[in-house]
């Protein structure tokens, strides 16, 4: 699907037309993450399913709502479950949301995910900060006609994930006891797992962790201008690393088990970006 702007904006409609609830931050809740929204003061709650025209998330760990509401004191909104490419969608129907979002007047994005560790020095159980990521081998959200109204046709995306609110993060939650890593993601498409020799290639290529998703979601937040954070939950080492074979069991147990120190993680970064988007008005 190649969406226009009238697309775009006629989804973005039957959203306002439901809430006037206004975001300052949006988040993507990843893989069995999605249990934070049981802290947010919900305002509303509106299923992907009941946006005409939107993608649902087919994912049974993926709820797939937006939840409107105040985190911490702080105007979000959640996407509870987000969209993949292996469900069949393509990079612009996974990244619409975003988009969406955008719209709906976000001004900073927090996207989370479960990512195998391709670095041997990383736990199951660690946070991992994304500095940076490798799109390369996942098509473009931004191929087709641009959309002037999101951003250039050929966005910078250097520096992309937030390194100030990086650096203060990993000194706070070290202080806090949470396992903390700053790494590099790089997405593939999935649904499958990687072979050994592809796990090889990604280490070679310098990625410290990987998954099947959230760089594309970067791509085009970073090209609508807005500020960019994130961390993986590290779920498994990924295949062949210390004889590891990773499941869907083992990334969503994982999840679980990691619920507490995430939800720390995640609720020290959006009042850390609260604070900085009050200080920069
Ligand atoms: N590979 C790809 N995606 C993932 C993994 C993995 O090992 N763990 C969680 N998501």
Redesign the pocket.
């Known amino acids: 699907m190649n969406y226009t702007y009238q697309d775009y904006l006629k989804m973005y409609e039957q959203i306002a037309k439901r809430t006037d609830f206004k975001p300052l931050i949006g988040a993507v809740l990843g893989?069995g993450l999605g249990n934070v929204v049981n802290k947010v003061d919900i305002k509303a709650i509106i299923p992907y399913s009941e946006i005409e025209g939107m993608p649902c998330s087919t994912n049974k760990a993926h709820k797939g709502q937006f939840v409107f509401g105040y985190f911490k004191g702080v105007p979000m909104v959640l996407m509870q479950g987000r969209i993949h490419m292996y469900e069949g969608y393509t990079p612009q129907e996974v990244t619409l949301p975003i988009r969406l979002m955008k719209m709906m007047g976000i001004r900073s994005i927090i996207l989370t995910?479960?990512?195998?560790?391709l670095d041997p020095s990383y736990r199951p159980g660690d946070c991992m900060l994304i500095d940076d990521h490798i799109s390369s081998f996942v098509p473009s959200p931004l191929i087709g006609n641009n959309i002037d109204e999101f951003g250039d046709r050929f966005p910078c995306m250097s520096p992309l994930y937030g390194q100030e609110q990086n650096n203060y993060l990993y000194n706070r939650a070290r202080e806090r006891g949470i396992p903390v890593q700053r790494g590099v993601y790089v997405q593939?498409s999935?649904p499958q797992?990687?072979t050994k020799a592809e796990i090889h290639l990604a280490q070679i290529v310098g990625a410290n962790a990987?998954?099947?998703s959230t760089v594309i979601e970067a791509i085009v937040a970073k090209q609508m201008g807005l500020y960019v954070m994130g961390f993986s939950l590290i779920?498994?080492?990924?295949?062949g690393i210390a004889g590891?074979m990773?499941s869907d069991e083992?990334?969503l147990k994982q999840a679980n088990a990691s619920e507490k120190n995430v939800y720390e993680l995640f609720a020290l970064e959006v009042e850390m970006e609260a604070e900085r988007l009050k200080k920069n008005g």
């Open positions: 893989s995910n479960a990512a195998g560790a593939f999935g797992y990687e990987v998954g099947m779920s498994n080492m990924a295949a590891s990773p083992e990334v």
